[in-house]
């Protein structure tokens, strides 16, 4: 099993004749996914290989069934292509653009509360579940299918590593997930975990967080509450100087809150196996999972 | 992007929040014009405009009772290294001051527009701690600070004003004219994108008015796109030269103190990479992102802004190829060699995309370079070289 998406998901990628849209669609597709349309307003009756291209998410749906979006939309258009996908009744979207104003995001934040759809990003490398789906622009060799462990993150290449390492030391991924690094994400560390602890073939997760914001510290709350699987955390930014933003719109330490010494103390006070060098992730993964590993 | 205190007041203006009558000044000679365009009218305040909070403590703000007190502090203070506990102990060379008018203040309040994440909102925030340094406020004394949501998608609402007017005791008399400010302040925040706007002290005035003494304003980075009359509000001098060059090269880079240079590819792996630095017992030297699409030219570049750092002793390479293609990370490592004299040892940590291809073009380049299989192995590369 695995979360959010599987083999059985159908994809559609919105902004798929872009130059990022067209590339990642075809290494989505190499890894097996199931991408069933784009669209291009405008580029409606084209076809990238021999996916069909729409003017419209609503077009895409009623001809090919997508239930998620993979989405490649320039800053700009966004936040519209987001509201295109929810009212086409897309369940899942996937927002890989960064640079989308946070006020947009603001908007679309509550616009989605108490809808169906899960949206996933912005500013996020993707969601894979790996041997099944690929939805995103991670480097899909380096996984390890079959589980046990679930691991989620607000970077990109940092959560590549933490695969890597993890693959390395023979342990496998059910979902990997990268929530964004930006102060305002569809999907936050909380979900995840709770569909995680759901997932009955994860045994274990991951958690990567940096700099900036409470997140970390509200998961390691819900995580000591409600959580029975071992959570194993990282924290990025230990030398980041405050008031800066460290490249993600999202990772700065602002009023002296947000810190990673602070959120690392607060994870290992709820339970949280802290892992404080990046080189030694796997190997603490290895020791704290040890009994759900073959 | 942070823009100085007049470029704020100039907002203020735009949406007709009442800011004292003031002008700006690069020299002492249009100083003194700028007090005579106020009919020479004392006191004025002499405001030191940089990029940084506790101007007041470091003395640059001054209050001017006569033509003679402007012409002396505008004097000191036009040129001087300003140091507060914002600018490092460096400090700040300052290029402009406000001239402003003098007020006769009856009470101080604060103001503040913020976007909370956690909430997902915009939340305004007021108190009657005006004058004073808020995040201290915020520590010591939370109660004192009065909040309200506002939903996105609402917009903000009388009884929000209100809300905040009860809270801080305002007079019956001033409430309109309060009411007023606060939307103008928020549909200000709104529509040019703002990650921050704050105003403190807010005073009412003996007359029975309220003026924003002081304006600090953030303009979201990510919203510049929609906002190219910001393009002039930047201001260079107050950035760092090296950070400034990185940027027209779409290069996240950030100036430290340390001496071990370090070129990664995405943010979070950036972060974590300084962080190691710093455990194998050295110090990074900078933050630098060359993103998920670098090209040849901007790897390139990256190393000759590292290089420029005279205090760089090492350089560390860390790449995790996703987009970011190992082979053509190489190239460019072995362009920028070709033409830059690489004087300092480069360890080189590559991983992930066409990665056998990136380290053959680098085992044939003739390069003198460090190799290191994984993080753990860079770590204990760096401290060999560094300790």
Known sequence: MSIFVNKNTRVVVQGITGKEGMFHTRQCMAYGTQIVAGVTPGKGGQSLDDIPVFNTVRDAVDKTQPNCSMLFVPPAFAADAIVEAVEAGIELIIVITEGIPVLDMLKIKRYLHGKKTRMIGPNCPGIITPGECKVGIMPGHIHQPGGPIGVVSRSGTLTYEVVYQLSNHHIGQTTCIGIGGDPIQGTQFIDVLEAFEKDADTKGIVMVGEIGGQAEEQAAEFVLKNMKKPVVGFVAGLTAPPGRRMGHAGAIISGGTGTAQSKISVMREKGIHVCENLGRLGEMCADVFSQYLK | ?387
Request: some cysteine; overall charge negative.
């Open chain 2, 1 to 387: 992007m942070k823009i100085h205190e007049y470029q704020a007041k100039e907002l203020f203006r735009l949406y007709q929040i009442p800011v004292p009558n003031g002008n700006v000044a690069s020299t002492v000679q249009e100083a003194m014009d700028a007090a005579k365009t106020m009919e020479n009218n004392f006191p004025m305040v002499v405001k030191a405009q940089i990029h940084a909070g506790g101007r007041g403590k470091g003395g640059g703000v001054k209050l001017a009772k006569s033509l003679e007190e402007l012409q002396t502090f505008s004097e000191t203070i036009l040129g001087m290294q300003l140091v507060t506990h914002q600018t490092g102990k460096e400090g700040k060379l300052v290029r402009k001051v406000l001239i402003e008018q003098g007020l006769t203040i009856q009470k101080e309040f604060y103001l503040g527009i913020i976007i909370d994440r956690e909430k997902a909102s915009i939340v305004i925030m007021a108190s009657t701690a005006g004058g004073m340094d808020i995040e201290k406020v915020a520590e010591e004394h939370p109660e004192q600070i009065i909040k309200v949501c506002i939903d996105p998608l609402m917009g903000i609402q009388p009884c929000h004003a209100r809300q905040l007017a009860y809270s801080l005791d305002i007079p019956a008399s001033a409430m309109k004219s309060f009411t007023k400010l606060v939307f103008s302040s928020y549909l200000l925040f709104l529509e040019k994108d703002c990650s921050l706007l704050e105003i403190n002290p807010l005073v009412y005035t003996a007359a029975g008015e309220w003026i924003a003494l002081d304006a600090k304003v953030t303009i979201d980075d990510n919203s510049l796109f929609r906002h190219p009359e910001f393009k002039e509000y930047r201001d260079i001098y107050e950035e760092d030269p090296l950070e400034v060059e990185a940027s027209t090269y779409k290069l996240n880079y950030i100036n430290m103190d340390g001496n071990l240079g370090n070129i990664v590819n995405g943010a979070g792996l950036a972060m974590a990479t300084m962080d190691m630095i710093k455990q194998a017992g050295a110090e990074p030297a900078n933050f630098l992102d060359v993103g998920g699409g670098a090209t040849q030219e901007m790897v390139e570049q990256a190393f000759k802004i590292i290089l420029k750092d005279t205090k760089v002793k090492g350089i560390l390479i860390n790449i995790f190829g996703g987009i970011l293609r190992c082979d053509v990370f190489a190239q460019g490592v072995v362009k920028a060699a070709q033409k830059t004299s690489i004087n300092v040892p480069v360890i080189v940590r590559m991983e992930g995309t066409n990665v056998t291809e990136g380290r053959r073009i680098l085992n044939e380049s003739g390069l003198s370079l460090i190799t290191a299989i994984d993080i753990k192995d860079a770590s204990q590369k760096v401290a060999q070289l560094m300790i």
